[in-house]
C-alpha cells in the first residue's frame, strides 16, 4: 500500500523546483518531466522533509550532469563548420551549446570542449569567439585545463590569422591580467 507524502511535501516540491529551475535555468519539458517523477518517488517512499529535500537536489543535479554530458556531444556530433550552411543550422547551434555550457565551463568535458574549439582553426569562427568568451569568464583557477585554456587565449590574441578573434582574445587576456594586478 502506497502511504501518502508528508504534508508538507507538495509545497516543498513547488518550492524547491522554482530555486532549482532559477539556479540552473531549467526550464525545458524534460526538466518538467524529471522533476515530476521525482515528486512521485518522494510521495511513494513517505520521505521526511530533509530526505526529500536531498533526493530532489540529487536528482536534479543529475539531471544537470546528463544534460551537460548530452549537450557536449550534440556539439560534436554537428558536421564541421561551412559558409555554406544557413545561418540557423548547425553553425548557429554551436553558439548556443557553448552558452548553454558556461557557467559549467570547470566541468572537465566541457573544458576539453572549449580546449578543442579554441585549438580548431577551422571551427566556425562565432563558436569560436563563444569559446573565448565563456574561457575567459567561467574559467577558474582550479581547473585543470586552466593554464591550457589561457594560454591558448594568449596564444590566439597574439596570432595576426583573425582580427575578430583576436580582438576578442585580447579582451580576455587583458581581463584576466587586471584581476591577478589588484
Known amino acids: 500500500m502506497v502511504g501518502t507524502a508528508h504534508p508538507t511535501i507538495p509545497s516543498l516540491w513547488s518550492s524547491l523546483k522554482d530555486e532549482f529551475a532559477a539556479e540552473y535555468d531549467c526550464r525545458s519539458k524534460r526538466f518538467e518531466l524529471i522533476w515530476f517523477v521525482c515528486h512521485i518517488d518522494v510521495c511513494k517512499s513517505r ?3 530533509k530526505s526529500a529535500i536531498i533526493f530532489y537536489r540529487t536528482s536534479a543535479v543529475e539531471y544537470m550532469l546528463c544534460l551537460m554530458n548530452a549537450l557536449v556531444a550534440e556539439y560534436c556530433s554537428l558536421p564541421p563548420s561551412s559558409d555554406h550552411l544557413p545561418d540557423m543550422g ?14 559549467r565551463a570547470n566541468d572537465p568535458d566541457v573544458s576539453e570542449l572549449l580546449l578543442q574549439i579554441l ?13 573565448i568568451k565563456v574561457a575567459g569568464i567561467y574559467v577558474s583557477n582550479g581547473n585543470p585545463l586552466a593554464e591550457q585554456l589561457w594560454a591558448e587565449l594568449d596564444r590566439i590574441a597574439a596570432s595576426g590569422d583573425d582580427e575578430m578573434l583576436q580582438g576578442w582574445a585580447q579582451r580576455y587576456v587583458d581581463l584576466r591580467r587586471n584581476k591577478h594586478k589588484a
Not at 585549438?119 to 569559446?131: G, H, S, Y
Open 90 to 103: 548547425p553553425n548557429d547551434r554551436k553558439c548556443n551549446i557553448i552558452f548553454e555550457l558556461d557557467e
Open 47 to 49: 520521505l521526511d522533509r
Open 119 to 131: 585549438r580548431d582553426p577551422r571551427e566556425f569562427d562565432l563558436a569560436r569567439v563563444e569559446a
